[in-house]
């Protein structure tokens, strides 16, 4: 069974840092695009960063304006996202997700671009 497990989450003052971890199961991913979505109450899902196969690559969501950073190890079929100086706004359950087919780019950004999703961690950040 394909699994992807989010950690990391929890309650952080504005201005502070979460690393959110995602590890997967159940398939190799180590050649497969992965990323970072999230939905706030109300909101639609959507996009935070994803990486590339081997972590050459980076894309993110333009409200990101290099806060955030995605990296991934894949000896331990895990991928990261540092979050720093984070405010009200990043509220939000945080999803993690993969691409079932193989690619050197990152630049995936639709929630239609991705075959697997985790069950999310939330991200609550007090002002």
């Known amino acids: 069974q394909v699994q992807l497990v989010e950690s990391g989450g929890g309650l952080v003052q504005a201005g502070g840092s979460l690393r959110l971890s995602c590890a997967g199961s159940g398939r190799s991913f180590s050649r497969n695009t992965m990323g970072w979505f999230r939905q706030a109450p109300g909101k639609e899902r959507e996009f935070v960063a994803a990486?590339?196969?081997?972590?050459?690559?980076?894309y993110y969501g333009d409200f990101v304006k290099g806060r955030f950073t995605i990296s991934r190890d894949n000896a331990k079929s895990t991928v990261f996202l540092q979050m720093n100086n984070l405010n009200a706004e990043d509220t939000a359950v945080y999803y993690c997700?993969?691409?079932?087919?193989?690619?050197?780019?990152?630049?995936?950004?639709?929630?239609?671009?991705?075959?697997?999703w985790g069950q999310g961690t939330q991200v609550t950040v007090s002002s």
């Open positions: 997700s993969a691409r079932s087919s193989s690619s050197g780019s990152a630049y995936y950004n639709a929630r239609r671009d991705y075959d697997y």
């Open positions: 990486i590339n196969w081997s972590g050459g690559s980076t």
